[in-house]
C-alpha cells in the first residue's frame, strides 16, 4: 500500500520508514524542510511539503495514500499542553481524510501509568484525562474517530526508546550525570521502566498498520520492568562516576524537570501486541545499549 508517514525523518519515524519500505510499501513522507525532502528521498520514500499546523495539506497527504502512520510531534516541552492539542487537531484532521474508507491510520503515544500493577493493551485512560496528563490528548482523539467508524489504532511507545541516534530521556540522563558528577536514582530506586529499541519499535508500527482495529491498542514495548536503580548504576559505571540516592524531596535538585520521570513506575506488558502482530522484540535491550560505545560517553 502507499502509506502517509508524518515525522519519517525522526528517530523512531526514520526506522518506521525503513520498515514499511523493507515490508514492499511505498511511502510518502510530509516534509517541513528541504533537508527533511531530501532525506525521505534518499531513504526511497517520497516527500509531501507541509507542516503539522498546516492541516490541509495533512488531509491532502491522507486522502493520496492507502493508510497514516503518524508519529510527527512538536517537541517544545516549553509549550507541553499546546503541542499535545495541536496532535489532537493533526490526528482528528487524518481521521476526517479517512472517513468512509477502511483505510488504516496508527497514532503515536505514551505508555500508561497504573499504580501497583503492570499496565496492558486493555488499559484505557480516564475520560477527561488529558485536563491532567496532556498526552491523553491523543489516544482521545483516536477514540473519537473510532466512534466515528475511522479504523484508527494507538501504538503505545516506552518512554526509553534506545538506540545509535538516541536523543531522548536517556542522554538527558546522561547529562544530567555529567552534570551532577553523580548518577542518581530516586528514593530506592524500585521504580520500573518499561523500554524498546527504536528498530523493534518501528516493526510494530509497520505491523499494526496491516492489521489494526478501530480502537485498537499496541504496545512498542520489548522489556517491561527495568529498575531505574539498574540504569542509573550503568550510567554511572561507563561514567566513572559514583551511583547515589536521592530522596524524593531533593529529587528536582538533581534532575530539574526529570525528576518526575526519574521516578516514573510505568511497568508495561506487550503480551496481547506480540501475540495480535506475531511480533517478538530481536535487538539490544536497554542496559545492554547503555553499557555500550553508543551513548557517547
Known amino acids: 500500500m502507499r502509506v502517509f508517514v508524518t515525522g519519517g525523518t525522526g528517530f523512531i519515524g526514520a526506522a518506521v520508514v525503513e520498515e514499511l ?24 520514500a517520497s516527500a509531501h511539503h507541509g507542516a503539522l499546523e498546516d492541516l490541509e495539506r495533512l488531509r491532502a497527504g491522507a486522502r493520496a495514500c492507502d493508510g497514516v502512520v503518524h508519529l510527527g510531534f512538536v517537541h517544545d516541552f516549553s509549550r507541553y499542553k499546546e503541542a499535545c492539542e495541536l496532535d489532537r487537531r493533526v490526528i482528528a484532521a487524518l481521521g476526517d481524510a479517512l472517513r ?13 501509568a497504573t499504580p501497583g500493577r503492570e499496565a496492558s493493551e486493555h488499559d484505557r485512560h480516564a475520560e477527561g484525562a488529558s485536563r491532567l496528563t496532556p498526552r491523553a490528548a491523543s489516544e482521545e482523539a483516536a477514540d473519537a474517530l473510532a466512534a466515528r467508524g475511522v479504523r484508527v489504532g494507538v501504538v503505545r511507545a516506552s518512554p526509553s526508546v534506545h538506540g545509535p541516534g538516541d536523543h531522548g530521556l536517556v542522554p538527558m540522563l546522561i547529562e544530567t550525570a555529567r552534570r551532577q558528577r553523580a548518577s542518581a536514582y530516586v528514593d530506592d530506586g524500585a521504580n520500573r521502566w518499561n ?12 505491523r499494526a498498520l496491516e492489521r489494526t482495529g478501530p480502537g485498537d491498542r499496541f504496545h512498542a514495548v520489548a522489556e517491561s520492568a527495568i529498575p531505574f536503580r539498574s540504569i542509573a548504576a550503568v550510567i554511572g559505571e561507563r561514567m566513572g562516576l559514583p551511583v547515589i540516592r536521592v530522596s524524593s524531596e531533593d529529587a528536582p535538585a538533581h534532575f530539574g524537570w526529570l525528576s518526575w520521570i526519574a521516578a516514573l513506575d510505568c511497568p508495561t506488558s506487550s503480551a496481547l501486541t506480540r501475540a495480535a502482530l506475531d511480533w517478538t522484540p530481536s535487538h539490544p535491550g536497554l542496559l545492554d545499549d547503555l553499557a555500550s560505545e553508543r551513548y557517547g560517553y
Open 195 to 206: 523500554a524498546v529499541h527504536r528498530r523493534d519499535a518501528a516493526a510494530v508500527f509497520a
Open 100 to 112: 468512509g474508507s477502511s483505510r488504516p491510520l496508527i497514532v503515536t503515544s505514551g505508555t500508561l
Open 21 to 44: 519500505l523493507r515490508a514492499g510499501h511505498e511511502v510518502l513522507g510530509l516534509a517541513r524542510s528541504r533537508s527533511s525532502a531530501d532525506a525521505l528521498r534518499a531513504a526511497g
